[in-house]
């Protein structure tokens, strides 16, 4: 019984410290947007037998980051948090830029831009 209260109590009383706010909702959805990104490349690279960085990946990536940046900035302001996050969003920008004039350029034919 001892064994229980002293790994138990710390746990319960912990949970009572535990305040969901509204950003920290955006943080969450941030957190698993980013990270979900991961789950749908590895899909598409096990559906396609070689590495795959589809769309939705870029997507993902920017919307998490957006997320993740307006937590970091507006809801905890914490620098840590705002520089690893500024980064990846201006990198997954570029990329989903890049994605999508090629696939527009695939389609109309243009092989310039």
Known sequence: MDFLNAHLVPILHALQQFHVTPWKLVGYAGTLMFTSRWFVQLYYTRKYKRVVMPL??????????????????????????????????????YNLVVHLRHRRNSITGDATA
Do not use: M, Q, T
């Open 56 to 93: 939705a990946f870029w997507w993902l990536s920017v919307c998490g980051s957006a997320l993740l940046l307006a937590y970091f900035i507006i809801g905890k302001n914490d620098s840590v948090g705002i520089l690893s996050n500024f980064f990846p969003v201006f990198v997954s920008v």
